[in-house]
């Protein structure tokens, strides 16, 4: 993934979306995307590329080696769940490789989930519920929506109990 992967993020959703700010949070919604996308005419899209076609974002994206890369501060809002964007931070845990719609559904039955990864989403979760007060509750994004994601190979039980929710 590129390096600016922040820097661009912000320049193209702000200047797509502007800065919405955020309603007092109240939950938190954790999502699956691939960390490559397969796309038309043979063409490989990494997770940035395809967040801007797809005019969505996120406020943080945990890689698979463990960085947190923030797409939007905490009082801005982001794009990725509808009807839940002025109330909830968005998170999204990378599935490593390349994929299509199809194989990302079908990678996200297995554990997919490292270490690193883990306890970089875990330490930027526990932050915001540090934070604010007022979060209720923490979603998958299958929760709220027809989506699968974040799918069966998330450690869902394991991230709760670990955050004592």
């Not at 960085?67 to 002025?86: G, P, S, V, Y």
């Not at 875990?122 to 604010?132: I, K, P, R, S």
């Amino acid at each position: 993934m590129p390096e600016d992967l922040d820097s661009t993020f912000r320049a193209v959703l702000v200047s797509k979306h502007g800065h919405y700010n955020f309603d007092d949070p109240d939950k938190i919604i954790i999502h699956a995307i691939a960390e490559y996308y397969f796309g038309t005419h043979g063409r490989i899209f990494s997770a940035d590329e395809y967040l801007k076609r797809e005019q969505m974002s996120m406020h943080s994206i945990i890689t698979p080696s463990g960085i947190n890369f923030r797409l939007r501060n905490d009082d801005q809002c982001a794009w990725h769940t509808k009807h839940h964007n002025k109330v909830a931070f968005g998170i999204a845990f990378l599935v490593p490789g390349v994929h299509t719609d199809e194989s990302l559904r079908e990678a996200i039955k297995d554990d997919y989930v490292s270490i690193p990864q883990y306890d970089a989403g875990f330490e930027q979760v526990g932050q915001w519920l540090d934070t604010y007060q007022v979060i209720e509750k923490l979603d998958k994004h299958s929760d709220l929506s027809d989506e699968p994601d974040p799918g069966y190979g998330f450690p869902w039980d394991e991230f709760n109990k670990d955050l004592a929710l």
